[in-house]
């Protein structure tokens, strides 16, 4: 689901991806293709300090050891400060891209699928429901539109899908399906692109082949679905319209995607969730109306996260949406099938079979299961508790910073033992999965260090459908994040990683 956007303001998208260079290269650093590993018979610090300075943006100098600017993350163009990057790309095996990219259609039609089973939807969170009151509220939300027998002709999907190579087994896992607020498409191609620009420029001496780096793009296959859901509502005069949080930080990750005036001249508005409240109504017809325009597309940049509900008037917003006959991205079906005890459920035996009817589809997607379990499994339970550092311990909740890990899964599970089993469900456990380590450099601020790291990948998909016409249904750009490999969590708007892009090998 979305990655959040609560603490990092992010640079202007034509800045980071043009103005970022690198001045001469010493004849003395090295790069080895494979790992990534610099090497030189001094500190590469000291080799890249004694250069001239390199540069992101107009003028700030990484050299710095501090901030140039006051953040704002309140209004555009004030107080920017560069996306968290990783100097160059990660290594990744081709064999793992290719399999990756394989399933996100297979993924796409999955969520879909499910979507419309209501009764799936709702046994499978009716314990959870219980004990964790954001689900409950978009349960309700969902149950009902089903009890008015609302149904969505048009579905518009833009998902990601999140993977780790595990380095024992040698398996590409899925970590989780995101439906909602599918971030970065926009920065993350951008990162992609400047790798590309410094690869042309020094791939020769560093041993590197830009094109060994897959085109991204994330943000015109997702702009082209959203007007092209747009186009299926049939009403020229309608806008889109981007549901954001308040005092946004994200915002030029979101531009990318949602000014579509000069690719398919369509009208974009953006409003929070308390403004779509104030200023909405839903006509005898369905149609939505925001600010006196009617709206044929909702994008939701927000609303995955408790924090977004603050109020009464948030909950109203999107019910009232839900009610039209505006397409959403997502419905509140497609936003509760993205749900973590959703995706342990689709793990189970013989439950793939429900929704999907194609045996090698199927064996595709098991293949990229990792292991997952709900905490009414008593012998899970015991090696959890056990061994805790092979186990996450996730709850219904999306953005980073909300996983539990080590000793604290091992102290959580005895305190749910104690305290009784109902908020179990409230939980799933995950096996924990364990990338590759490399030494990488990583820019946050201006400020660029080498650390070891970890990385994850994401694979975007867009799924559009009418009725029984599947318009679009496709795998549509990546995502790569990287981490300090003593990091749990992996949110780049949380603080805990970085944008990065793949190196086949």
């Not at 999306?398 to 908020?423: A, F, H, P, S």
């Given at each position: ?51 001239a300075p390199l540069r992101c943006g107009r003028s700030l100098e990484m050299e710095s050891q501090k901030p140039m600017f006051d953040k ?56 959870t429901k219980k004990v964790d009151i954001f689900t409950s509220r978009l349960l309700d939300i969902h149950s009902k539109m089903l009890e ?353 892009s793949i190196y086949l090998n």
């Open positions: 689901m979305g990655s959040g956007c609560s603490s990092l303001s992010y640079s202007s998208s034509t800045i980071i991806a043009t103005a970022f260079s690198v001045s001469s290269p010493s004849s003395s650093l090295k790069l080895n293709p494979r790992s990534f590993l610099f090497q030189g018979p001094r500190n590469l610090s000291t080799q890249l300090r004694n250069q704002s993350g309140k209004v555009p163009g004030v107080g920017m400060m560069h996306a968290p990057i990783a100097l160059l790309p990660t290594p990744f095996p081709e064999v793992y891209w290719k399999q990756a990219c394989e399933v996100a259609p297979i993924f796409n039609e999955l969520v879909d699928r499910v979507s419309l089973d209501g009764k799936f939807i709702q046994d499978s969170l009716s314990r008015s027998n609302k149904t969505e002709d048009i579905r518009l999907g833009l998902h990601r899908s999140d993977y780790m190579l595990d380095e024992e087994t040698k398996s590409l896992l899925q970590i989780e399906m995101n439906t909602i607020s599918s971030s970065f498409s926009g920065l993350g191609r951008l990162v992609g692109e400047l790798h590309q620009s410094l690869l042309r420029s020094y791939g020769d001496h560093l041993g590197l082949d830009s094109e060994r780096v897959p085109k991204n793009s994330s943000t015109i296959q997702f702009a082209d679905a959203m007007a092209k859901a747009w186009l299926e509502y049939n009403n020229p005069r309608a806008v889109v319209l981007v549901v954001v949080q308040p005092e946004e930080r994200n915002m030029y990750d979101q531009h990318w995607q949602s000014s579509l005036r000069n690719t398919h001249n369509i009208v974009t508005i953006r409003k929070t969730l308390a403004e779509v409240e104030n200023e909405g109504r839903v006509q005898e017809d369905g149609t939505l109306i925001v600010g006196g325009q009617a709206v044929a597309v909702v994008y939701f940049r927000s609303g995955y996260s408790p924090t977004d509900y603050p109020s009464e008037s948030e909950w109203n917003a999107r019910l009232l949406i839900e009610q039209s006959s505006a397409v959403k991205c997502p419905s509140i079906a497609y936003h509760l099938t993205g749900t973590k005890k959703i995706q342990q459920e689709l793990a189970k035996p013989g439950v793939l079979e429900r929704f999907l009817d194609n045996e090698e589809d199927i064996a595709k997607l098991r293949k990229c299961f990792a292991g997952l379990w709900s905490l009414d499994d008593p012998e899970i339970i015991k090696k959890a508790i056990e061994k805790p550092e092979l186990f996450v311990m996730k709850p219904q909740r999306e953005g980073g910073g909300n996983n539990i890990y080590g000793d604290d899964v091992r102290e959580n599970l005895l305190r749910l033992q104690k305290d009784g089993e109902e908020e179990n469900a409230a939980y799933i456990l995950m096996q924990r999965i364990f990338p590759k380590v490399s030494n990488m450099f990583l820019v946050r601020e201006g400020v660029y260090h080498k650390d070891q790291a970890i990385s994850e990948l994401g694979i975007y998909g867009a799924y559009l459908r009418n009725k029984e016409r599947v318009i679009i249904n496709e795998q549509s750009g990546y995502l790569m994040r990287t981490k300090v490999s003593s990091s749990n969590e992996g949110g780049v708007a949380a603080g805990f990683a970085v944008l990065d």
